[in-house]
């Protein structure tokens, strides 16, 4: 690392000092330029490589030599966590210029440019201070990239567990506040039951009851009691914390599922629930309850909308379509509720915004995941007095229906 | 006096089916009379105050409530007894039909006896209501055939005047007196002054 003392390559001084000053001035500028383009081109780099660290390092590494006062000579490599990176012309021995490079201040690796043959002394060995200023601000520059690398992909996995947490702790949210609602309707085929079976036993013990009124009323109570393993069943399917799948689904079979745990809710806030549901669809690749659980969401919401509606407004409409050439499945939820205030806007999907006492505002946040998820997405639209339509999409992909076809 | 003769009919008024339909069975074989309504607007519309009975009724309902059932027929002076049907949770409306007049409630599911008994109470209740009613527009209707000369006497009478002093007051001779007071006594149906005293005291209270 030591400079050598001569200067061969160093330009005959003119005689005029004007002039000299003038030279000196323009190469000064030269490797200034040669300094900024590479820390451009380190930008576009990063840019490109689209989240890949090997990628922004195997690049660096062949940026570094140009950018020296002397390319000719010059060769570097990058070390980052005891993986090596070296320029295609990189050679041992000679003098080095280096920088540690320091993720979440630790020391993971280094920078170094390297002059493989002897040249002028200059600051620091054959190397300028202005050489050192920039192999330290790649240095750090690449430190950050590695920490942000690092952290995304930390970022990802913990959203991705995140999501699964919430869409789990959403979907149980939306049943508590169904909870007292489906008690209810599940203590109703329990009351059946249980009034079935003492009035059996009173017909048996005051000997009136024939064995063809004993026997009918045993077909009400197994009725009754598939009634409530219904509702329960249905209930249990929601709540279950599971891993996302697809799988192919028929839209409006999900939909016509849940309208009966859907429409408990509606009727015990006197509201209307109508299915308009499209003659026929294309199967989609999906996770149904996923699904189910968005657009149980939204006629939740819409129910809740409606709360200060008069009688002949209180109506939900749950629609399915087909959009576009085989497209897409669009799903619309719509209330004649008091409608949504302009300026509340998309903040709607944002993790906890809400509107309702209470409410944990992390409903709409978690369906629109689940519909972009699918590849699709959930959009509302809204005036003031006369309700508001939520909608979302889901793709139909073609390769839904083949494999499906190639099971079989 | 006279009863009216109708058998008393135990109102079943819940939106769920099975629960009408059950409860109704359970009803017939303990040889009660029921009739069943899916809401509270079905009742109302055929609702006749002349029939004796009780109403079973759901606090919970959609549409009209339980409660506001309980508050429409309160508004029409109907005294039907209600028991009602409250789930886990309704304790709070429960309480406050309670306080609202209700005979009584219980929890669905319900043990048989546990509800049959509170619907006899309610009948029982609801006939004692209607005797009552009876009696009053009875002794009315008696007060009505006596003549007005009788009606000032029977008024002395529970005043607690002596014959002297209704003679006087009326200016008539306590011989006629005594005429018109055995008459109303004949006409109101009362062995002694003191039962003349407590029927007509009892239809005015």
Redesign the interface.
């Known amino acids: 690392m030591t400079g050598p003392s001569s200067d061969p390559e160093r330009p005959v001084a003119p005689r005029d000092p004007a002039e000299a000053a003038l030279r000196r001035l323009a190469h000064q500028l030269e490797e200034r330029v040669k300094a900024l383009d590479c820390l451009f081109g380190l930008s576009d780099i990063v840019e490109r490589a689209r989240g890949s660290i090997d990628a922004v390092l195997s690049e660096t590494v062949e940026l570094l030599p140009p950018s020296w006062e002397y390319p000719e000579v010059a060769c570097a490599r990058v070390v980052l966590d005891g993986r090596e990176f070296r320029s295609s012309n990189f050679r041992d021995g000679g003098w080095t210029q280096q920088a540690d490079i320091v993720v979440h201040g630790r020391t993971a690796g280094l920078v170094e440019v390297r002059y493989v043959e002897q040249r002028p002394r200059r600051d620091e060995g054959p190397f300028r201070a202005e050489e050192r200023r920039l192999i330290n601000a790649i240095a750090s520059r690449l430190g950050r990239v590695a920490e942000g690398l690092l952290a995304e992909r930390l970022l990802r996995d913990k959203e991705r567990e995140l999501r699964e947490r919430m869409t789990h702790l959403s979907r149980v949210g939306t049943m508590g506040e169904m909870a007292s609602n489906i008690a209810h309707e599940v203590n109703q085929p329990l009351t059946a039951i249980s009034a079935y079976a003492q009035a059996a036993r009173r017909l048996i013990d005051a000997g009136v009851g024939d064995q063809a009124e004993i026997a009918a009323i045993l077909t009400r109570i197994s009725q009754e009691a598939l009634r409530a393993g219904d509702i329960i069943n249905r209930l249990q399917d929601l709540v279950r914390r599971r891993q996302s799948k697809r799988e192919p689904c028929d839209v409006n079979a999900l939909i016509r599922d849940i309208e009966h745990l859907a429409s408990v809710d509606c009727r015990l806030h006197d509201v209307r629930l109508r299915l308009r549901l499209a003659p026929s669809l294309p199967v989609v690749l999906a996770d149904g309850v996923q699904l189910q659980q968005v657009a149980l969401n939204l006629i939740r919401n819409a129910v809740d909308a409606m709360e200060a509606a008069g009688p002949e407004d209180r109506e939900v409409v749950v629609q399915t379509a087909l959009q576009g050439a085989a497209g897409e499945i669009e799903v619309s939820v719509s209330d004649r509720g008091c409608g949504i205030a302009e300026r509340v806007g998309d903040q709607l999907f944002e993790p906890f915004f809400t509107t309702k006492p209470g409410g944990l505002g992390m409903g709409l946040s978690i369906s629109r995941s689940i519909v972009q998820a699918h590849g699709g997405s959930l959009w509302h639209s809204s005036h003031p007095d006369r309700g508001t339509t939520f909608a979302f999409t889901i793709p139909v992909r073609d390769d839904g229906d083949d494999s499906d076809d190639t099971e079989r | 006096m006279t009863t009216r003769n109708a058998d008393p009919t135990v109102f079943i008024v819940d939106d769920?089916a099975?629960?009408r339909?059950?409860?109704g069975?359970?009803l017939?074989?303990?040889g009660m009379v029921s009739e069943a309504y899916a809401s509270a607007d079905a009742f109302l519309a055929s609702f006749d105050p002349a029939r004796p009975g009780c109403l079973v009724l759901d606090v919970?309902m959609?549409?009209t409530s339980g409660l506001e059932l309980q508050a429409r027929l309160h508004e029409r002076g109907a005294a039907l007894p209600i028991v009602f049907?409250t789930?886990?949770?309704d304790i709070e409306m429960a309480v406050r039909a309670v306080k609202a007049g209700a005979a009584d409630f219980v929890q669905?599911?319900?043990?048989?006896q546990d509800l049959l008994d509170k619907l006899q109470a309610a009948l029982a209740q609801d006939a004692e209501l209607r005797r009552q009613r009876a009696d009053v527009e009875e002794i009315g209707s008696r007060i009505a055939s006596l003549t007005p000369r009788e009606r000032q006497l029977l008024e002395l009478v529970v005043a607690g005047r002596a014959n002297k002093e209704i003679a006087q007051d009326l200016g008539i001779s306590q011989r006629t007196v005594e005429i018109h007071r055995a008459h109303v006594m004949r006409k109101m149906g009362a062995d002694s002054v003191t039962d003349l005293v407590r029927l007509v005291m009892g239809s005015r209270s």
């Open positions: 769920d099975a629960v339909d059950s409860l069975l359970l017939r074989s303990v919970r959609p549409g049907l789930a886990h949770g669905k599911p319900f043990r048989d």
